[in-house]
């Protein structure tokens, strides 16, 4: 947490800082550079700058890096005491319980059950970081041209719109594709165990089609989850790409009207670009989160 808060304020200080280092080039020092420019002398002060926002850039990738370090190790550790747990238990269950159930599906259970657990609660710790980091850009925007912001928000608003549809529909999807991830898994260690009466029978045609048939339900299952998830994609682009166009537009109305300065706008567009990155993200464990869902 600490580290996803440094990572947040370093892009704060980011978009702060091409505002202060574009104005000391194109316009009156401001900021950070109007400090440094009446103390170091202009030239001075935009390599210092542009020196503060190169460390600021540093620290934010490093802090990104622990953060998705410690929380993969502490993720994974949780994710392996509980698969203690449920090997534990299932060698505790009477012979009749695996009578009854198909060895796929235990298998499952064992293998990737546990591992899509730590993932779904991965998935919602990793949404918070991603919407703080977005809220963060939107803070900036707000602080540098809120008229800016209220005329971009909503056209990127468009493209999180269908995201509980996307949502619904991957969910759904999941349930399938698990449904016939379980048969091929226990289709295959059935052919595996009875190999003897399969060669006896002279039916290995007849198995192959079968498995064959089972992959690729399987394997139509997975195409199609892939779908709903490129098509949030192109609906978050498409919406990030028009709130540009829309900062461009309105952005260059206000500079010609005295109320905003190159600088800022520059500093802005970067700040609403930036937003769509935590949202893409947030998307994508969103939608993973579902996929993993059982």
């Given at each position: 947490?600490?580290?996803?808060?440094?990572?947040?304020?370093?892009?704060?200080?980011?978009?702060?800082?091409?505002?202060?280092?574009?104005?000391?080039?194109?316009?009156?020092?401001?900021?950070?550079?109007?400090?440094?420019?009446?103390?170091?002398?202009?030239?001075?002060?935009?390599?210092?700058?542009?020196?503060?926002?190169?460390?600021?850039?540093?620290?934010?990738?490093?802090?990104?890096?622990?953060?998705?370090?410690?929380?993969?190790?502490?993720?994974?550790?949780?994710?392996?005491?509980?698969?203690?747990?449920?090997?534990?238990?299932?060698?505790?269950?009477?012979?009749?319980?695996?009578?009854?159930?198909?060895?796929?599906?235990?298998?499952?259970?064992?293998?990737?059950?546990?591992?899509?657990?730590?993932?779904?609660?991965?998935?919602?710790?990793?949404?918070?970081?991603?919407?703080?980091?977005?809220?963060?850009?939107?803070?900036?925007?707000?602080?540098?041209?809120?008229?800016?912001?209220?005329?971009?928000?909503?056209?990127?608003?468009?493209?999180?719109?269908?995201?509980?549809?996307?949502?619904?529909?991957?969910?759904?999807?999941?349930?399938?594709?698990?449904?016939?991830?379980?048969?091929?898994?226990?289709?295959?260690?059935?052919?595996?165990?009875?190999?003897?009466?399969?060669?006896?029978?002279?039916?290995?045609?007849?198995?192959?089609?079968?498995?064959?048939?089972?992959?690729?339900?399987?394997?139509?299952?997975?195409?199609?989850?892939?779908?709903?998830?490129?098509?949030?994609?192109?609906?978050?682009?498409?919406?990030?790409?028009?709130?540009?166009?829309?900062?461009?537009?309105?952005?260059?109305?206000e500079i010609l009207a005295g109320r905003l300065s190159v600088p800022s706008l520059v500093a802005v567009l970067v700040a609403i670009r930036a937003i769509l990155g935590p949202l893409n993200n947030a998307f994508g464990r969103l939608v993973d989160s579902q996929g993993n869902r059982w």
């Amino acid at each position: 947490a600490a580290m996803s808060l440094l990572r947040i304020a370093t892009t704060v200080a980011a978009v702060v800082l091409i505002r202060d280092f574009l104005a000391s080039v194109l316009s009156t020092p401001s900021g950070v550079a109007a400090t440094l420019t009446s103390s170091v002398g202009q030239s001075n002060a935009l390599l210092l700058v542009a020196a503060l926002l190169l460390v600021v850039f540093l620290v934010g990738a490093l802090a990104a890096y622990g953060a998705q370090v410690v929380m993969q190790r502490l993720s994974r550790l949780v994710e392996l005491d509980l698969m203690e747990t449920v090997i534990t238990h299932l060698l505790r269950l009477p012979v009749a319980f695996f009578d009854q159930r198909h060895r796929g599906d235990l298998i499952e259970s064992v293998r990737q059950d546990v591992s899509k657990t730590r993932a779904v609660a991965s998935s919602f710790i990793e949404c918070a970081i991603f919407g703080a980091q977005a809220a963060a850009y939107a803070a900036a925007a707000l602080w540098l041209s809120p008229r800016l912001l209220l005329f971009s928000l909503p056209v990127l608003a468009l493209g999180a719109a269908p995201t509980q549809w996307l949502v619904r529909q991957m969910r759904r999807r999941s349930r399938q594709t698990r449904r016939h991830g379980y048969r091929l898994t226990d289709l295959l260690l059935q052919l595996v165990q009875g190999i003897r009466v399969v060669k006896i029978y002279a039916g290995e045609e007849l198995e192959t089609r079968n498995s064959i048939a089972t992959a690729r339900r399987y394997f139509e299952q997975l195409v199609s989850a892939t779908r709903v998830k490129a098509l949030g994609d192109v609906g978050l682009e498409t919406s990030g790409s028009l709130s540009v166009v829309t900062v461009v537009v309105v952005g260059g109305f206000e500079i010609l009207a005295g109320r905003l300065s190159v600088p800022s706008l520059v500093a802005v567009l970067v700040a609403i670009r930036a937003i769509l990155g935590p949202l893409n993200n947030a998307f994508g464990r969103l939608v993973d989160s579902q996929g993993n869902r059982w």
